[in-house]
């Protein structure tokens, strides 16, 4: 009897650790199946819009060309010095004079006054003048492309800036460096000397009903080509698609082919991908 009992026990024993294991193992990985079962609502492709689900939609745009560069003085005004003799001079080119500043002063103690606020250009004893440009007209220098410069020369006299102000050609250099030509432009919008400013050329193009995106819906991919992301409403993404692509106005790019209407774009594309 005490060795069947013995017997049964060894037996028991072997279950009790044979067992055990296995339900361990049978219940971790239970735990573990319900750890990572998906979440409801939540994609693991992460392919989804990047910013808002934006549609394409059709405007009206007037083509500007953006001109930036440095404001300098263009009105050129001369101080006679041809009547007075051994000149002491408190200036020198480059320098900043006030209207009524004192610029010279002669052996019999005469003062050469400066008649204006002006930036002075150039001292020329021999020639007997002080050279000044007048602060107070100032025009922006910019470099521009060729065709753009031969656009603005050909609108002079209809030129205007973004908000309708005239824009008037002071001049355009016959050079041509790297492809761009030097001009001066004269508008209301002015600034003060040596300071760098901006401001946008109506064409005198107009696009009508043309179908156009927000910028951030474009970006560029590996292959270089300028692509959009198709999505649905809810902004799971459909897939890349290649655009062909006109004029922008900073904020609006037009479309020529590629999408329609009816398309939904991730309009955070070009922050995502750059």
Not at 116 to 138: F, K, P, T
Not at 189 to 217: I, Q
Not at 230 to 241: F, P, R, W, Y
Request: glycine share 12%.
């Amino acid at each position: 009897m005490a060795k069947k009992l013995k017997t049964i026990a060894v037996i028991i024993a072997f279950l009790i650790a044979f067992a055990l294991p296995v339900g361990l193992v049978i219940g971790l990985s239970e735990a573990e199946k319900q750890e990572y079962q998906p979440v409801e609502g939540f994609d693991f492709s992460g392919d989804y819009a990047y910013g808002t689900v934006v549609q394409p939609e059709y405007r009206t745009m007037r083509e500007y060309m953006l001109v930036s560069g440095t404001y300098m003085p263009y009105a050129t005004q001369f101080v006679d010095l041809s009547s007075y003799s051994g000149l002491r001079f408190y200036i020198e080119a480059g320098d900043e004079v006030a209207a009524g500043q004192t610029i010279a002063v002669a052996d019999g103690g005469e003062e050469v006054l400066s008649p204006i606020a002006a930036l002075v250009d150039g001292i020329d004893v021999s020639g007997g003048y002080v050279r000044l440009l007048r602060l107070e007209e100032v025009a922006l220098e910019c470099y521009v492309s060729r065709s753009y410069a031969d656009l603005i020369e050909q609108m002079q006299g209809t030129l205007t800036d973004e908000n309708g102000e005239t824009v008037e050609l002071l001049f355009r250099s016959l050079q041509v460096t790297d492809g761009n030509v030097l001009v001066r432009l004269k508008s209301g919008m002015s600034g003060d000397v040596g300071r760098t400013g901006a401001f946008k050329l109506y064409t005198g193009t107009v696009y009508e009903n043309v179908l156009c995106v927000p910028g951030g819906c474009l970006y560029t991919n590996n292959a270089g080509e300028t692509c959009v992301r198709k999505v649905n409403a809810d902004g799971s993404v459909i897939g890349e698609q290649v655009v062909a692509t006109g004029y922008s106005d900073g904020e609006y790019i037009m479309i020529t082919s590629g999408i329609s209407a009816g398309d939904l774009l991730d309009g955070g594309a070009s922050a995502y991908y750059g």
